[in-house]
Nanobody, 127 residues
Framework: VQLVESGGGLVQAGGSLRLSCAAS????????MGWFRQAPGKEREFVAA????????YYAASEKGRFTVDRDNTKNTVSLQMNSLKPEDTAVYYCAAALLLIYTEAIIKSDSRYDYWGQGTQVTVSS
């Protein structure tokens, strides 16, 4: 099983980045996909998630309206479009996969429910 993130980098406040995550080694369409982030000295936090066929998406309150998650089950990829970036968005961003037959919003936002994780990609937003 592999999840490989890409697309991180350094951007000025107000700019945009698009993160991608390529999955392999499992049946991608059976998994809910999530994005989490961890800033230095802080706990990992939920950013966004998308259900199996992309029918439902969820966002942390601070990201709603700025970030958009989408997936392509034909390419086994999930992406996170990040607009209007702020310095407080600086963190390592991780994609993760959860094998869930049913879920609640609380479950989908809990990192403990995810089975597979990528290695992370650094996003740095300068002021």
């Amino acid at each position: 099983v592999q999840l490989v993130e890409s697309g991180g980098g350094l951007v000025q406040a107000g700019g945009s980045l698009r993160l991608s995550c390529a999955a392999s080694g499992f049946t991608f369409s059976n998994y809910i996909m999530g994005w989490f982030r961890q800033a230095p000295g802080k706990e990992r936090e939920f950013v966004a998630a998308i259900t199996w066929s992309g029918g439902s998406t969820y966002y942390a309150a601070s990201e709603k309206g700025r970030f958009t998650v989408d997936r392509d089950n034909t390419k086994n990829t999930v992406s996170l479009q990040m607009n209007s970036l702020k310095p407080e968005d600086t963190a390592v961003y991780y994609c993760a996969a959860a094998l869930l037959l049913i879920y609640t919003e609380a479950i989908i936002k809990s990192d403990s429910r995810y089975d597979y994780w990528g290695q992370g990609t650094q996003v740095t937003v300068s002021s």
